[in-house]
């Protein structure tokens, strides 16, 4: 029980593009922190969010050790990670062997849906997004190719992409949960 604790005392959560802390964020058994590059973010999230560090930092290039991360989460951020086998090469090399990485994220829009979307965006000059969610075959080949096994992928809810009025419909997608450990 002792040993639980202390195992507990010193795990490390760590949240990749965390964002500005508006959804609930509980306080981790050992040591939380939040990853994101927007500093404005970072500065709402450090006086609204008890319990975690957080740090300004490209998830692409994290400064974390080797095998430092006990879990690991990226919520609505891999699309932004581009290429995103080197994003998932981070995670892995930043993953402890016994860790846990959870992606949330969206399924891919269609071809033509996402190429509409991509437009939209443009001329309302808003910055597009890199991908426009995953094929899930290709992302857990790439998780495999990262040196990570899949545990489970499933389905919860669905992703938002863009909405009124800066673009004529909602554009949604399903959102997946991924685990992977090192095998
Ligand atoms: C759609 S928001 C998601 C925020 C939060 N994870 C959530 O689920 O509410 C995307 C976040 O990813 C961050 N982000 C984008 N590119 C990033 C990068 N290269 N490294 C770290 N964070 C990044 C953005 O600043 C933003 O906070």
């Known amino acids: 029980m002792a040993e639980t604790a202390e195992h507990d005392q010193h795990k490390v959560t760590v949240e990749i593009g965390c964002g500005s802390g508006s959804r609930a964020r509980p306080v981790p058994a050992g040591i ?10 970072l500065r709402t999230a450090v006086r609204s969010t008890a319990g975690w560090t957080f740090i300004g930092a490209d998830g692409l290039a994290l400064p974390l050790r080797d095998n430092s991360c006990a879990d690991l989460r990226i919520q609505a951020v891999l699309h932004h990670l581009v290429p995103t086998a080197t994003a998932l090469g981070e995670l892995a090399r930043v993953m402890q ?11 891919a829009l269609d071809a033509n849906e996402a190429a ?3 437009d939209e965006l443009r001329q309302a000059g808003h910055p597009s997004e890199p991908v426009y969610g995953f094929d899930l075959d290709e992302l857990a080949e790439l998780v495999r190719a990262s040196g990570l096994d899949v545990e489970d992928i499933h ?5 938002t992409w863009a909405t009124p009025p800066f673009v004529s ?7 997946f949960h991924l685990t992977a450990r090192h095998p």
């Open 97 to 107: 062997p016994s860790g846990v990485l959870t992606i949330r994220d969206g399924v």
């Open 116 to 118: 509409h979307l991509d």
């Open 169 to 175: 419909k909602p554009y949604t997608s399903e959102r």
């Open 32 to 41: 939380g922190v939040g990853v994101d590059v927007d500093i404005n973010a």
């Open 155 to 159: 389905m919860e809810g669905t992703a």
